[in-house]
């Protein structure tokens, strides 16, 4: 199915959604409309990437509404693979019109602090123009994995929450960021959507990176439990049981 954008920014990958289909262009009602569905619709244009999921966009469409409850994976190449409650089967308005905002660049990061030049600080990420921190909700190993490969760091040796880092001021841009710690690039890892948030400066996200190889054992960051024996690898750890104890290492329980 083919994709357009509507709206005056449409030029520049932000705009409403349209499909067509039977000969005619709709629009898709937002309900259930997420980053994976404008992923799917962003790549479908040629952008790099999604940046956000518009709901309600202004100014709304006119005409027929095709779609409702579109429900992509974020690795479809076309909309028309992703599930949806069929052709024109909705109960919407054009108020409830689905919008995209793309983009065609990586998102840049950097370190704020005292320590940032070795690798250790508060994440901040460039968005609209300004520089802004990311809230530390859900902010684990992955997300910082993929924050140091983008500095150049080759190891990660831990993601820092609020407390660890000092906090920040101005915009807080991004929550609950989820990477895998594959990504390439932090605008390719799952989040809550630019600005939505309800936290302060006192929970922002930070990380600590390495140029070289840390021992997680000897510094106390490994989550190996009792009965177990951490052992120190290239960019990472292992636990193994203890004699007469079996399990995956983490937990080790009697034979």
Known sequence: VSVRLRGPSSSNGNGRVEVFYNGRWGTICHYNWDIWDARVVC???????????????????????WLSYVGCTGNEENLISCSHNGWGNHNCGHYEDAGVECSGKDISVRLRGPSRSNGTGRVEVLYNGRWGTICDNSWDINDARV???????????????????????????????????????????RNNGWRNHTCGHYKDAGVECSS????????????????????????????????????????????
């Open 147 to 189: 924050v140091c490969r983008q500095l150049g760091y080759q190891y990660t040796v831990r993601a820092l929450r609020g407390y660890e880092v000092p906090d920040g001021t101005g915009q807080i841009w991004l929550n609950y960021v989820r990477c895998t710690g594959r990504e390439r690039n932090l605008i390719t890892c």
């Open 43 to 65: 790549r479908q244009l040629g952008y790099g990437n999604a940046v956000r999921a518009l709901r309600g966009y202004r100014p709304h469409g006119t005409g027929q509404i």
């Open 212 to 255: 070289t190889d840390v021992d997680e054992c000897s510094r106390g960051l490994d989550t190996c439990r009792s009965n177990s024996q951490c052992v120190n690898t290239i960019g990472t750890f292992l636990c193994n049981c203890n004699p007469g104890y079996t399990g995956y290492g983490v937990n080790c329980y009697g034979e």
